[in-house]
């Protein structure tokens, strides 16, 4: 007997990137519009099916009733408009204590905080940077830790985080 792959790890990269920026042009104008940010879109398998997460945040933080609003509002235009195949479970929450850093206004906003950075291959030996964020100039995100100050290209990390705890 041959098993067929379920239909939940049958998205590929590419087509979970497409979701993804789909939903982040519908959203992002009612998010805004909300005096909130979208910092985030996550479009992957979870427990129980497909989840599509909205991470929001504002200066002041978001409350459950914040994310509350948004689902509601988010939920009837996705339904409206169907950008996701099937089904899933919609999922809108605060991006917590550690951040993730996406945009490069994130790189200035949040600098001497610190992070942690992962980036897609090596820099001078090193795919991991963790130390107080700099800021960000030009193509470079600027990271010291201790006497060094790494300059790594905006275009080259994978992920970056606040490193609170």
């Known amino acids: 007997m041959k098993w067929a792959k379920p239909t939940f790890f049958m998205e590929s990269d590419s ?3 497409q979701i993804k920026e789909i939903v982040r042009t ?14 985030d879109v996550e479009y ?25 609003e948004i689902g509601h509002l988010v939920g009837d235009i996705l339904d409206g408009k169907d ?14 204590i550690n951040r993730p850093l996406k945009k490069r206004g994130d ?11 992962k980036t897609r291959e090596p820099i ?13 100039r030009g193509d470079l995100v600027l990271v010291s830790s201790g006497e060094v100050i ?3 290209p905006f275009e080259k990390i994978a992920k970056a985080r606040l490193d609170i705890i």
Do not use: N
């Open 15 to 17: 087509v979970r990137r």
């Open 124 to 136: 001078d030996g090193r795919r991991h940077f963790k130390g107080i964020l700099q800021g960000i």
């Open 44 to 68: 992957g398998p979870g427990p129980s099916g497909w989840v599509l997460r909205l991470i929001i945040d504002r200066p002041d933080g978001v409350t459950v009733d914040d994310c509350a």
């Open 83 to 96: 950008p996701v195949p099937g089904r899933y479970s919609l999922e809108v929450s605060s991006p917590g």
């Open 150 to 152: 790494f300059s790594i």
């Open 26 to 39: 519908l959203v992002e104008p009612v998010v805004t519009y909300s005096g909130m940010e979208l910092v």
């Open 107 to 117: 790189f200035e906003r949040f600098a001497d905080h610190k992070v942690l950075i």
